[in-house]
């Protein structure tokens, strides 16, 4: 038997476009003459379709782009994910269902089991979880198909109470397939594949993998799909990031030996970088739109910003503005020229001084002659905001928020300011992992001004500022947010690291009295196992920590 | 059998304020001669605690605070809900309990069986179900005890294919306890009544029901606990948005006939005036803040806001700023004036022209001769966005936002102009509800000027504008909305029901295109069934409708 693996980058929603993807690849399909294609997890709506799942429109929609690919299956089998109405009275009104199409219809429906609903996921809020198990039977082979999920409760933390391939093994299936959307994260890949080698040993099967590649507003989808033989080889390997078509012959994956030569794993930043700029192209390509305009300030997170967005989009498509108030040094200003050159990326100079005047001399009679402080640099970093957003308004650029994961965390940003944008690049991304990106950006050329690497950070809104003066140097504020965001380790987990306690009560308060303002800020590329976003839901209003 | 009802405002993570605050209510029910003192589901932790659940410390936290509340369990039982582990092995790691105290300690936990997680609830993004069904007995009765959802899935609709009080009738109850977290909206409280009563009629028992009351960040929890007689009268009804207690004789409550005079419903638009003051004030205090700040602009949604703000936090503590352009009208103006000073807020007058120069001045080079355009409108939303953050800044301030839901839905607003604020008090209130709340405001007096209320709504960002030059009238607008937001229907429901094509087209692509500016606006008083916020999810990037 000849299975071909369809690993596509779908828009939530364009029904259009998705149902033409997946017929273009049944097409292919059957040119190669494979008997069966398979697609990924709620292919045809896009996924996470959210609360779209509640409108019987869209249901409806998904059913009759359904019908349509299901058409195409005549000498050829496909599989392939999308919502389905639960016809029973009881429980919730969907399925998130795959379905076995062969001979011009639906054949047979398989619902999921485990929903996971944590972290990013909210698959409880929309379907009923499957409760009756069945196997596919074509061409004298059975298919134990299971979604995403399904396969995900082994191993040593079990979240769910059944486990749906010890239900199927009973029916003596052949081989597994698992249809996906499984988000990325920097040890995403591994975890996945470790997951699936648990399953493959525990059930001896060939398992044949298909996920979701692209990115969907802040979730991106690095593809990966596989073919696993029995022993635990993989077999073949789609790529990541990018849409990719593999036939292959079940015959093969059945008898695998070991492949020759170790798969490589790249690097941890690396994987990074390939996932933000393929967040960035998607976000804008699926918008519609082609230009992004950024605020450069000669730091390093706008320095990264722009390589990683001028790599995404091209060069001459990102739009560098250089907004300098009397506290930048001049060497800031120099710094973010020289980036711009160096890239090729237009630019423009816009100094705020006159702005900020006008703005202190129409506040005046209510600022009296009250000291400078946090009211008068957030001036400056909203003037900045204004300017931006008039240049992404009158010319249909995209804002490009350039904040990392180590500030948003401790609110350190300005809140209509600095915090806006279309889409945060770095988000997700600690200072010190930003550092990462700079040395790999870096590597064999200097492309970002070395002094924009090793000056010490700051926000250069009042004389002499830098980051130090109010927060731990950034390798310890990394570790205890790491600690705390990623590993949700308490107060006294943290100091019983050795994090000194009064530092440990300063973050912690920081970051729970500056949900605020996160909640304000634009969708952020997610490359941690836990991002802001969101995945993070955390109370506004509340006293823990703080 | 003496049983007390403690309707209590918590604080979500303040284990102090909610322990002091339970353990007083403990003590005036000992007063009283009370057996029993029932309090809220999750009342130790506050509702909704989100995922400080996903802290271990946060549970532990809950946990001490538990035995501490036992202790004072000597001579009366209470029951109190609070987040427990789950010993298991398998499922997820918490359990939504109740637990019943007496002689001094834990004497049972009963776990939550049906987790809403729809809307608003994500409970079973970190509560295991409940599968067994245990009945407490206390001094020679049997206790009932269930957690809020266990009596809701009852009548035409089941969400969950279990009905947690028909397993507990097999062990021949005596009455029925309900702790409860049910937010506030404005059909709510009759929705709620008639489950209750629903439940009351197939079971046939007095049952007493403890809500909480008070606002979490957007989530307005009303109160209103009860007892229900077994005939389904509404024997004793506790106040609604103040915290109350009660202490109710539990044969009185067998034995009721039916009270006499009919309970009173109130408007609803009076319940919706009621649920946003409270809300700011909930807001303000628990954030530890008094004053708030916002742009009065002569239009009825500033009006309105700053009545309702002043009711919450006293005029005086509600600082109006007038910020006019070149385009606003001088009555705008003197309307705004004369609303400040009928209500006897302190208010200045802050032009924003020398602003807007400034901005044009250095965006010359870049803006060219290009004609005025969005991009100039949104300056001027922009420049009294920063304006009003200093003042915040400066000042301490909260800034209230003043946009509507008609707006909210459509995107008819400035991110980081008029969309700024800590807190967004109408934007669950559609512009022709915003309408009512004057007119109900100006019942006996005119307090907000009646200029402000007949004149066609404008953004006044240039000449002669109107909301009407781009949208329907706000009477076709809100019922689309409406049909579309709350009830989730779809395009052809929607032109059914009568609506013209090319509007229905135009709004639902308003709406789904504007989702991006939806994302970052502050968090919104929900008083609807359908709240922009936490209870509607929405992808970003998406095609559909759009």
Same mark, same amino acid.
């Given at each position: 038997?000849?299975?071909?693996?369809?690993?596509?980058?779908?828009?939530?929603?364009?029904?259009?476009?998705?149902?033409?993807?997946?017929?273009?690849?049944?097409?292919?399909?059957?040119?190669?003459?494979?008997?069966?294609?398979?697609?990924?997890?709620?292919?045809?709506?896009?996924?996470?379709?959210?609360? *779209?799942?509640?409108?019987?429109?869209?249901?409806?929609?998904?059913?009759?782009?359904?019908?349509?690919?299901?058409?195409?299956?005549?000498?050829?089998?496909?599989?392939?994910?999308?919502?389905?109405?639960?016809?029973?009275?009881?429980?919730?009104?969907?399925? @998130?269902?795959?379905?076995?199409?062969?001979?011009?219809?639906?054949?047979?429906?398989?619902?999921?089991?485990?929903?996971?609903?944590?972290?990013?996921?909210?698959?409880?809020?929309? *379907?009923?979880?499957?409760?009756?198990?069945?196997?596919?039977?074509?061409?004298?082979?059975?298919?134990?198909?299971?979604?995403?999920?399904?396969?995900?409760?082994?191993?040593?933390?079990?979240?769910?109470?059944?486990?749906?391939?010890?239900?199927?093994?009973?029916?003596?299936?052949?081989?597994?397939?698992?249809?996906?959307?499984?988000?990325?994260?920097? !040890?995403?890949?591994?975890?996945?594949?470790?997951?699936?080698?648990?399953?493959?040993?525990?059930?001896?099967?060939?398992?044949?993998?298909?996920?979701?590649?692209?990115?969907?507003?802040?979730?991106?989808?690095?593809?990966?799909?596989?073919?696993?033989?029995?022993?635990?080889?993989?077999?073949?390997?789609?790529?990541?990031?990018?849409?990719? *078509?593999?036939?292959?012959?079940?015959?093969?994956?059945?008898?695998?030996?070991?492949?020759?030569?170790?798969?490589?794993?790249?690097?941890?930043?690396?994987?990074?970088?390939?996932?933000?700029?393929?967040?960035?192209?998607?976000?804008?390509?699926?918008?519609?739109?082609?230009?992004?305009?950024?605020?450069?300030?000669?730091?390093?997170?706008?320095?990264?910003?722009?390589?990683?967005?001028?790599?995404?989009?091209?060069?001459?498509?990102?739009?560098?503005?250089?907004?300098?108030?009397?506290?930048?040094?001049?060497?800031?200003?120099?710094?973010?020229?020289?980036?711009?050159? @160096?890239?090729?990326?237009?630019?423009?100079?816009?100094?705020?001084?006159?702005?900020?005047?006008?703005?202190?001399?129409?506040?005046?009679?209510?600022?009296?002659?009250?000291?400078?402080?946090?009211?008068?640099? @957030?001036?400056?970093?909203?003037?900045?905001?204004?300017?931006?957003?008039?240049?992404?308004?009158?010319?249909?650029?995209?804002?490009?928020?350039?904040?990392?994961?180590?500030?948003?965390?401790?609110?350190?940003?300005?809140?209509?300011?600095?915090?806006?944008?279309?889409?945060?690049?770095?988000? !997700?991304?600690?200072?010190?992992?930003?550092?990462?990106?700079?040395?790999?950006?870096?590597?064999?050329?200097?492309?970002?001004?070395? @002094?924009?690497?090793?000056?010490?950070?700051?926000?250069?809104?009042?004389?002499?500022?830098?980051?130090?003066?109010?927060?731990?140097?950034?390798?310890?504020?990394?570790?205890?947010?790491?600690?705390?965001?990623?590993?949700?380790?308490?107060?006294?987990?943290?100091?019983?690291?050795?994090?000194?306690?009064?530092?440990?009560?300063?973050?912690?308060?920081?970051?729970?009295?500056?949900?605020?303002?996160?909640?304000?800020?634009?969708?952020?590329?997610?490359?941690?196992?836990?991002?802001?976003?969101?995945?993070?839901?955390?109370?506004?209003?509340?006293?823990?920590?703080?």
């Amino acid at each position: 038997m000849k299975i071909a693996l369809a690993q596509i980058n779908y828009h939530i929603g364009n029904f259009d476009s998705n149902v033409k993807k997946i017929r273009e690849s049944i097409m292919k399909a059957k040119r190669g003459g494979a008997d069966l294609v398979i697609f990924a997890e709620l292919a045809i709506s896009g996924y996470p379709p959210r609360d *779209f799942l509640e409108f019987d429109d869209f249901i409806e929609r998904c059913q009759r782009a359904l019908d349509e690919i299901a058409s195409d299956c005549e000498g050829i089998a496909a599989i392939v994910g999308a919502p389905a109405f639960n016809p029973e009275f009881q429980g919730k009104d969907l399925y @998130n269902a795959a379905y076995f199409l062969n001979n011009g219809r639906v054949e047979k429906q398989i619902n999921k089991t485990l929903l996971p609903n944590y972290d990013i996921f909210d698959e409880y809020r929309y *379907f009923e979880p499957n409760k009756e198990f069945g196997i596919i039977e074509y061409k004298n082979k059975r298919i134990s198909l299971t979604i995403c999920e399904d396969l995900w409760n082994i191993g040593n933390n079990p979240m769910y109470t059944v486990n749906p391939m010890d239900e199927l093994m009973k029916q003596k299936p052949d081989f597994i397939v698992n249809i996906a959307a499984s988000p990325f994260h920097y !040890d995403q890949a591994g975890q996945r594949k470790a997951i699936l080698l648990q399953n493959v040993e525990k059930y001896k099967l060939p398992l044949f993998y298909v996920n979701h590649v692209g990115a969907q507003t802040e979730l991106l989808f690095d593809g990966g799909s596989l073919a696993m033989s029995p022993r635990g080889f993989v077999v073949e390997e789609l790529d990541y990031f990018n849409e990719d *078509f593999r036939l292959i012959d079940l015959n093969k994956i059945e008898g695998a030996a070991k492949p020759e030569g170790t798969q490589k794993s790249e690097e941890k930043i690396i994987l990074i970088r390939k996932a933000l700029v393929m967040g960035i192209r998607n976000y804008f390509r699926k918008l519609g739109f082609d230009k992004a305009v950024l605020g450069l300030s000669g730091g390093i997170d706008s320095a990264v910003t722009l390589v990683i967005a001028a790599e995404a989009l091209g060069a001459q498509n990102v739009y560098a503005v250089l907004l300098p108030s009397e506290f930048s040094s001049s060497h800031s200003v120099d710094d973010a020229r020289q980036l711009a050159e @160096n890239l090729g990326c237009p630019y423009d100079l816009i100094p705020i001084n006159d702005i900020y005047d006008s703005f202190m001399k129409s506040l005046k009679l209510q600022f009296r002659d009250l000291p400078f402080g946090i009211a008068e640099e @957030n001036i400056q970093a909203r003037a900045r905001g204004v300017l931006l957003m008039a240049l992404s308004n009158k010319f249909g650029h995209i804002l490009l928020n350039t904040s990392n994961k180590s500030e948003a965390a401790v609110g350190y940003g300005t809140l209509y300011g600095d915090m806006n944008g279309g889409l945060s690049v770095l988000g !997700d991304v600690y200072k010190t992992q930003v550092f990462e990106l700079a040395r790999l950006i870096n590597r064999g050329k200097e492309i970002i001004p070395e @002094n924009s690497i090793v000056k010490p950070p700051s926000a250069e809104l009042r004389p002499d500022q830098k980051d130090s003066d109010s927060l731990p140097d950034y390798d310890v504020l990394d570790e205890i947010l790491y600690q705390y965001i990623e590993m949700r380790k308490g107060p006294s987990d943290l100091i019983g690291m050795g994090f000194e306690e009064s530092i440990v009560r300063k973050v912690l308060k920081l970051v729970n009295t500056s949900e605020y303002k996160r909640h304000q800020t634009p969708p952020i590329l997610r490359v941690s196992p836990k991002a802001f976003g969101m995945g993070r839901r955390m109370p506004i209003v509340a006293r823990y920590l703080s």
